[in-house]
């Protein structure tokens, strides 16, 4: 490894530990928020909030992520470059990009509802569906306005940005509960903690880009790789957002909280997942990982040989302490929600010993591999869940989800590792 990635390695890794301590505190205001849910509110309240939650989070993070990872790859890269304290249209574009992706998804979404009566039962419907997307569009904001301040290296500033959408969103929590939790009110302050956070955060940058001298440039609509990155992150998020709407179609709404709840609970555990992606999608945006083979094979296999370990210990005490710690949480009132918890915990070992491997595959190029091998594995997942889930209710679903997203973690490294090892292949243009 050169002197300038030793260099670059350890400027990110004081991002990571700068995003990662943010990102706790993110994640104990989430935990306090998950607290106040499960024991303010009823069975059927809880369960419209999980899919109220999973709608929202799903369309806001996942479907607008292609946009903004292209935007904050590009950025990243040409700040590595040296472009950095320049400014062009781009913000702009992806902005406005994921707006209307949004807009579209929630149009799409409604007949969908309509005719499969999906959440009816506990106060669904296309009302969900409306309020899920105004919650979207408040949290994509934030979200590219994180990318932004990710791409240029100032990961405190964007740390600080999800610390504060939290604190928000935990406010909102306590607010639903001294409302009396009715269905209006768990949408109602949801969204305008959403939407306030986001374009209070987002005007800054958007000015800027504004101001650039191609921000007026005519808007193109997704090129490929776009399409390739959107058709991969649908397909990542839906494998903990199919589960929910199996469950919410086929079984009972005491189940669909259980499933809410320990999903809720691997949410907990997977809390540095989002800051290891973020720096890692920064990181392998930079000049010497791009145009290196040799170093894309150096982080992969150091990092399996260094989070082994510690990931291990991590989550084998985690599934220990499971039955201990969750009836306190959730005072008793879902008890099945321990085993499926422990059962998900095999996916969260997998997450962080295979972090680096989607990042380098971006850093390939791979786009499409990406999308394919994903987009096969939520549809294995899905048949899946259909097949179990009326005979072994929620814990058959969490069995199937491990199964095929551990296989996949896997499949990712050892392409990337097969591609980064082929003397013939060629370094992506950059």
């Known amino acids: 490894m050169t002197t300038d990635s030793v260099e670059l390695s350890r400027l990110f890794r004081r991002g990571f530990a700068v995003t990662f301590a943010l990102d706790l505190v993110t994640k104990v205001m989430a935990a306090a928020m998950i607290v106040v849910l499960i024991r303010g509110l009823s069975v059927s309240h809880y369960a419209y909030t999980t899919l109220f939650l999973t709608f929202a989070q799903f369309a806001g993070g ?9 935007y904050l790859r ?40 309509e005719a499969t009566g999906l959440g ?87 000015r800027a880009s504004l101001a650039a001298r191609d921000a007026r440039r005519p808007l193109s609509w997704f090129d490929r790789e776009e399409t390739w990155l959107s058709l991969y992150y649908v397909a990542a998020a839906g494998f903990a957002y ?17 499933l809410g709840a320990a999903l809720r609970y691997l949410a907990i555990v997977l ?22 083979f040799a170093n894309q094979r150096a982080m992969i296999v150091g990092w399996l040989q260094r989070t082994t370990l510690p990931a291990g ?17 959730d005072g008793g009132k879902y008890p099945d929600s321990i ?4 059962i998900f915990l095999a996916t969260a070992i997998s997450a962080y010993l295979t972090a680096p491997s989607v990042s380098i595959l971006m850093a390939q190029r791979r786009h499409f591999v990406l999308a394919v091998v994903y987009g096969l594995g939520l549809l294995v997942n899905l048949v899946g869940d259909i097949v179990v889930a009326p005979t072994f209710g929620v814990t058959g679903i969490a069995v199937v989800s491990t199964v095929v997203y551990v296989l996949i973690d896997w499949a990712m490294v050892g392409t990337a590792l097969a591609h980064a090892s082929n003397p013939g292949r060629r370094l992506p243009e950059g």
């Open 62 to 70: 996942a479907a607008t992520a292609g946009v903004r990872t292209r």
């Open 74 to 113: 590009e950025e990243a890269e040409r700040v590595s470059r040296g472009a950095a304290g320049t400014r062009d249209g781009s913000f702009i574009a992806a902005l406005v990009k994921s707006t209307l992706l949004l807009v579209v998804a929630g149009a799409l979404a409604v007949p969908f509802v």
């Open 120 to 206: 009816f039962d506990f106060g669904g419907g296309v009302n969900l569906i409306v309020f899920s997307t105004a919650f979207a569009i408040g949290y994509s904001l934030t979200e590219l306005a994180i990318a932004h301040y990710q791409a240029d290296r100032r990961f405190l500033a964007a740390g600080a940005l999800s610390v504060l959408r939290a604190a928000a969103l935990l406010a909102a929590s306590f607010l639903i509960f001294a409302t009396h939790q009715s269905v209006s009110s768990i949408s109602l302050w949801f969204v305008a903690a959403a939407i306030l956070i986001g374009s209070t955060v987002v005007a800054p940058i958007a």
């Open 242 to 258: 199919v589960d929910v709407m199996v469950a919410s179609a086929l079984l009972d709404p005491t189940e669909v909280a259980t």
């Open 271 to 292: 809390g540095a997942i989002p800051a290891l992606g973020a720096v890692l999608r920064v990181r392998t945006a930079q000049v010497d990982l791009i145009d290196s």
């Open 313 to 329: 210990l991590v989550v084998g005490v985690t599934a220990l302490l499971a039955p201990f710690v969750i009836p306190e949480i």
């Open 339 to 342: 085993l499926v918890f422990q």
